[in-house]
């Protein structure tokens, strides 16, 4: 199979290592973000003011004008958030972001007094723009910003590119917004909207960040006349590494993409930038595939990657590691371009080449209906490329190829899987293949070498479902009603939180007054720590206020165990883990349920369509947020805490046991 390949020229960016080796020791972690400056007096009452009138304003705005949820209200809340967020919980910095404050406040109430007029300027101004929608994870208001050209114009579609920022711990929304509405940033190209989402913070875009970056694309996409062809990604440093990740998991959406330093990999990015070595649990370094682009490294195949390092700077590492992992997967070589004499920044001469490559690209535009695609995924979370999805895996967080071939002369599509694949499907859009060039088109498919046959449309479109049954695969119409695996529904606990999600807490008490007091901590903790690295207000309702609306579209975090949660006493023998009073039993392994507890992720018996999650947040702590590689899942789809080790800054007390479900969301032998 061949594939067009454009050498990446490689970038490289901010390093996204701790300040020293202190922060890489788990027994003495300092915390992130830092508590601020305290505000006087005077500059708080002048604040709290100037906040209490821009509430006012968003209050008397009509809502059947304008929605409560309209994203041209979030243009405005973000203001709000910003500055409310920051006296709240302390997060003025440096007394100049007093003066940011002040700004921000003045603007968002001449965007509310606009808004309350029906007029909404900011909409068609070119520049620097600062804009907002409302997610749809925590109902919360997040910040973006966009760099529009002189020349765009809502008649013609237009290049977007997104820029991932790179690490900033005292990056607060204050602080984002103000530099959004300043600095147009690294790269401008002409004719281009240039998109500088948030991430929510400092977590390498991963996670809800992840979900940002998607959620901002699609509110430009819901104003803007975005060329759905000429998007693409591009970051340094920790924005970098972003990079890599958008452009390994979602490659068929970019026409390009131009990383810059970060990282691409945890264990040997680890081995160089972390003093002291912690060694990961066996399911810790099974999740290391979520986000280790040198496992993904064959999708980069169908994506022109422009990739750039300076010459001394420590995070070249990155990009060695996708060049090495590339040249071992398909004898493809990197186009690495390297700033001379530079460390951790843009080499100027090197800078105009990666300018120059990418419109190059962007002239060329996205292929989005190509004859040939090659995919590796190690989770249903990514499952597509371009016309092929992997459907169902045998074994998750292991390595899963499809590649396939249309052959429009002998009308046959061959499609290569390793054994790992259990399900796929296929999608050719209207007009993929030619107007009654064929009505059938045989697929072969290799792994056991029989042919099935596609229905092509008169539209020129072909769709279909397949599966695995013993040896054999089967043309499959409809999927399965049994309990399975699948995107978006695949685990581990972190999953949970990349979508709407609510916190239930119990009305009663604990069986146990340890499972009590670590309940109460823990749930603490989870609420705290969601705003304070994912800036969200996590909803939490007691278990006894749950809605069946609430049931239909959200993921529930239920705290407890099965007395003190009237939810989970509700669906506690439909787990496949057993907790009662005496004890949590596993695989015939019992636990006494006096000094144990259990966390758990699984299909909500309630809804299968949604998660419940059983005593978790996201799973990593304190000491991951020191170093963004850190930043990965670090429990698997269930877990046993024994609660007299209390919790730390790396996990919620001893894991005594851990596992995950398997792709039919069953129990695993025990190990």
Known sequence: MRFRWLLPLTCFVGVLYADGPSDNKPESVRRVPKLGISVVEKDQLELTTGLAELQAVLESIDPKVVPKNSPLRADVVIFHKAVSDAITYQEFFAPEEINKARRLLVVGLERAKSLREGR??????????????????????????????????????????????????????????????????QFTPAHTIVLHPYGRYCNAFKFAGEVDVL???????????????????????????????????????????????????????????????????????????????????????????????????????????????????????????IGPKTKHAYHPDTKREIDRKIDSLAAKGRNRMPLEVAFVTYTLKYNTMHWATITAMKEHWERASLSGSVALDTRTLDIKLNDNVNGFELNFPAGFFPPGSLSDLTIVVN???????????????????????????????????????????????????????????????????????????????????????????????????????????????????????????????????????????????????????????????????????????????EYDYLNNARQVPKLPDWAVIDLNTPPDSRAPGKIVAADFFSDEWKLKPAR
């Open 120 to 185: 909404h300027p900011w909409t068609s101004a070119t520049g620097l723009v600062a804009r907002g929608y409302f997610s749809k994870i925590d109902g919360s208001a997040q910040p973006f910003g966009l760099v529009i050209p002189p020349s765009y114009h809502p008649a013609v579609a237009t290049r977007l590119d997104v820029w991932f920022h790179g690490r900033g711990e005292v990056l607060s929304e204050v602080n984002f917004i103000d530099e959004r509405l300043k600095q147009p940033g």
């Open 215 to 337: 959620e901002a694309i699609d509110a430009v996409k819901a104003t803007y006349h975005i060329d759905e062809d000429r998007v693409s990604v591009r970051g340094f440093s920790m924005g970098g590494a972003a990079c890599w990740q958008f452009a390994v998991h979602q490659t068929d959406k970019w026409f390009a993409a131009a990383p810059g330093a970060g990282f691409s990999e945890t264990p040997d990015f680890l081995k160089v930038f972390q003093s002291e070595k912690v060694e990961p649990t066996w399911y810790e370094k099974k999740l290391w595939h979520m986000y280790d682009c040198t496992d993904w490294v064959v999708n980069l195949t169908q994506l022109p990657t422009v990739a750039y390092s300076g010459e001394l700077d420590a995070q070249k590492q990155a990009a060695d590691m996708m060049e090495k992992a590339l040249r071992a997967e398909t004898n493809l070589e990197l186009t690495h371009l």
């Open 447 to 621: 792994l056991n070498a029989e042919s099935m046959i596609g229905k092509v449309g008169t539209d020129g479109s072909l769709t279909g479902r397949y599966v695995r049954s013993g040896t054999t695969w089967k043309n499959d119409s409809e999927a399965g009603t049994q309990l399975q695996k699948r995107h978006d529904l695949q685990g581990p606990i972190d999953d949970a939180f990349m979508s709407s999600f609510l916190m239930v807490k119990p009305s009663g008490h604990a069986m146990h007054p340890k499972v009590q007091s670590w309940v109460e901590a823990e749930s603490a903790h989870a609420i705290e720590h969601w705003r304070r690295q994912f800036r969200g207000e996590a909803r939490v309702v007691e278990d006894s206020a749950v809605t069946a609306e609430q049931i239909a579209t959200m993921n529930l975090v239920l705290w407890g165990d099965p007395k003190s949660n009237a939810i989970l006493a509700k669906i506690a023998d439909k787990l496949p883990i057993r907790w009662s009073g005496d004890s949590i039993v596993v695989n015939g392994q019992s636990y006494p349920a006096s000094d144990h507890a259990l966390v758990l992720i699984y299909p909500n018996p309630l809804n299968p369509e949604h998660y419940v999650v059983i005593n978790s947040g996201f799973t990593y702590r």
